[in-house]
């Protein structure tokens, strides 16, 4: 009998889901005689490594584990599932690791010696490298564990982390069955030896790609098979490549909300006004309407459905927004929930929830906090979650606790952390990777000769010649509740300050450009890009495939004039977004993902390929 080691954290329904789409029965691990009995395990890993090897030797999970794996069994890890086979993490210093495989899991860096930057945590496709295969001769052209041979189309597989084991051609060549390169590190990021393998990157959120590495491993009886013949030099294989394998990641979103009738749809704004327009009488709304005067909510279509169509499509992530979480929304019956379980049971690429995510309070006064209602929807199946109001005003939070004059946030004191807004409580449990902050600025135009107040003037840009802003000036003020409230917060401050408390990704909307199909707004993501090292992902406006080319063109960006600023980093290389998120086009059928990804392919970039 195969079990499931489900330690308490992070999202192993969708592996769940992949076992059961792929036909194969499992248990789940309730007690740590479980262990013992099965034969064969899988042990996923969501989270930090901290947590998640304090959970196991908590749960007494960790010694069975070990005399498990020395059984000869065959054991499969998932990301912290690895890292957890490694002697310990930079990430948990005090915190060992089980000890089955030489080597300390370490950091990536975001400062690469070429002066370049990348984003950590990495997150979205990368290669895996076969190194190494049987002796046999049959399998002189396959290689086992479900990885296409060399010789067979570039597989992409879906990696999200900061730690990471740095391949090391003495003590790794023996375990390391593929590596991968980011930036110019090169990690191990999947290992073999025995009955043990195990994968930094997610099998069950990688496509057909991956589910074809769980399918090899489910489908081996008893015995492994042991790769023992390594077909690349390790010393060649720990060399970087002149670029990596990230691919530019395309999210399909979804923002859902009740209709007029109660049903939950899709829909789409312009500028946040997800109502018809009526002819008459003539309305004039400024952002979010309420109703008032306008149409039905737009609908353009069922949520699951669509997702589905977008997974097949070729989407690398989908996004799901409950634009009314504003309301009161009780964990209790929240409908996003068994959406999130039909989406995830037929979806295996990276499911993001937004919308709500914070503390709240259940009908009978039981409080929920932030923390509690991302426990439910990781259960039910997202990969992340996306925190949008509360992110405000806890970078908010932050920046009074940080002291008169710092507008600065990174600049604020580690004392000013308190530890218990959403973005930390969740980092801690999940990893910085599974915290997405949404974030709705407006551009607050300035008047000829005005400046903006002091806290806001790193913020401050002139539209481009050319362009239909030539000649004017703006700074991008931040807004809670989908737009219906605006903050004395910029969305510098926002992006820097949410980096601080733990966030793993920004995602970038334009309350201007939404749906408006002009293009995103590239001003203001270069602004946000050169604020923050963690990934930032583009969104609002799109309207053709070239506005994604245009999008993902690298360009020098702006040194920021922080006040204060004095880390001597210099001004950062060209650069450019790692995702960028559409909604419009692709409900309305404007353009389809595959289109999209044809015309990244013809401008040079890299891809995820596969549609399933
Ligand atoms: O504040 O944590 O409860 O989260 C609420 C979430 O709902 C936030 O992520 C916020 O951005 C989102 N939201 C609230 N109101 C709206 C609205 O449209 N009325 N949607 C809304 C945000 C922006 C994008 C949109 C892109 C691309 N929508 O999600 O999909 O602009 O659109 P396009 O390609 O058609 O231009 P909380």
């Not at 070990?66 to 990430?91: D, N, R, T, V, W």
């Not at 980011?182 to 790609?209: C, D």
């Not at 001004?571 to 990244?600: M, W, Y």
């Amino acid at each position: 009998m195969l079990y499931l080691l489900d330690y308490g954290a992070g999202n192993v329904q969708s592996l769940a889901n992949s076992i059961k789409k792929l036909g194969f029965d499992f248990k789940w691990v309730k007690h740590p005689d479980d262990i013992n009995t099965a034969d064969k395990l899988l042990f996923p890993g969501v989270g930090a490594f901290g947590p998640a090897m304090e959970s196991l030797r908590r749960q007494g999970y960790a010694e069975p584990l070990k005399e498990y794996i020395a059984s000869g069994k065959p054991y499969m890890g998932i990301c912290i599932g690895m890292q957890a086979l490694f002697e310990g993490s930079l990430e948990a210093p005090n915190v060992p690791g089980l000890g089955v495989v030489p080597g300390t899991v370490g950091k990536f860096s975001s400062e690469e010696a070429s002066g370049a930057r990348k984003s950590v945590p990495q997150m979205g496709w990368n290669v895996a490298k076969v190194i190494k295969t049987t002796d046999g001769e049959h399998d002189e052209n396959s290689v086992e564990y479900g990885f296409p041979s060399p010789e067979q189309a570039v597989a992409h597989y879906y990696f999200v982390h900061s730690y990471r084991v740095a391949f090391d051609p003495e003590k790794h060549a023996s375990w390391a069955l593929t590596t991968t390169q980011y930036g110019s590190e090169v990690f191990v990021s999947s290992i073999q030896k025995g009955n043990v393998f195990a994968t930094q990157f997610h099998p069950e959120k990688s496509g057909r790609a991956g589910l074809e590495v769980l399918r090899a491993w489910l489908s081996r009886d008893g015995q492994s098979v042991g790769l023992t013949r390594l077909i690349a030099d390790p010393h060649e294989v720990a060399k970087p490549a002149g670029s990596d394998g990230l691919t530019k990641r395309i999210v399909a979103c979804l923002d859902v909300r009740s209709n007029d009738d109660g049903d939950l749809v899709v829909t789409k704004g312009e500028s946040y006004d997800v109502r018809e327009k009526q002819e008459s009488p003539k309305v004039v709304t400024a952002g979010p309407s309420s109703g008032g005067n306008s149409g039905q909510v737009r609908n353009l279509g069922k949520p699951v459905e669509l997702a589905q169509r977008y997974y097949l499509e070729g989407a690398d992530e989908v996004t799901f927004l409950n634009i009314t979480s504003f309301r009161s929304c009780p964990l209790k019956d929240q409908p996003m929930l068994s959406l999130l379980e039909l989406a995830a049971a037929t979806i295996f690429v990276p499911l993001t929830i937004g919308g709500g995510i914070k503390d709240t309070v259940d009908p009978d006064g039981t409080p929920r906090p932030a923390k509690e209602v991302a426990d439910a929807y990781f259960r039910a199946g997202a990969d992340k979650v996306s925190i949008g109001s509360e992110a405000v005003y806890a970078v908010e939070e932050l920046l009074s606790r940080a002291g008169e004059g710092i507008y600065d946030p990174k600049r604020a004191p580690d004392s000013a952390l308190s530890g218990a807004t959403g973005i930390e409580t969740i980092s801690k449990g999940y990893g910085a990777q599974a915290v997405v902050v949404s974030i709705d600025p407006r551009r607050v135009y300035l008047a000829e000769g005005e400046s903006a107040p002091e806290a806001h003037a790193p913020c401050v840009v002139e539209g481009l010649k050319g362009s239909e802003d030539e000649g004017k000036r703006w700074w991008y003020r931040c807004t809670v509740k989908g737009g219906r409230e605006e903050r004395d917060i910029d969305v510098v401050q926002l992006a820097r300050g949410v980096e601080k408390l733990g966030a793993g990704e920004v995602l970038l909307n334009s309350i201007d450009r939404d749906g408006s199909n002009k293009g995103f707004d590239r001003q203001l993501i270069d602004l946000v890009r050169s604020s923050v090292n963690i990934p930032v992902i583009a969104s609002s406006g799109a309207g053709n495939p070239t506005h994604f080319t245009d999008i993902f063109e690298p360009k020098p960006l702006k040194p920021l004039n922080l006040v204060n600023d004095d880390d001597g980093a210099g001004p950062p290389p060209p650069s450019s977004v790692e995702a960028a998120l559409a909604a419009g086009i692709f409900h309305r059928k404007e353009c389809t993902i595959q289109e999209v990804k044809d015309e990244l392919l013809r401008k040079g970039f890299k891809i995820r390929s596969e549609v399933v």
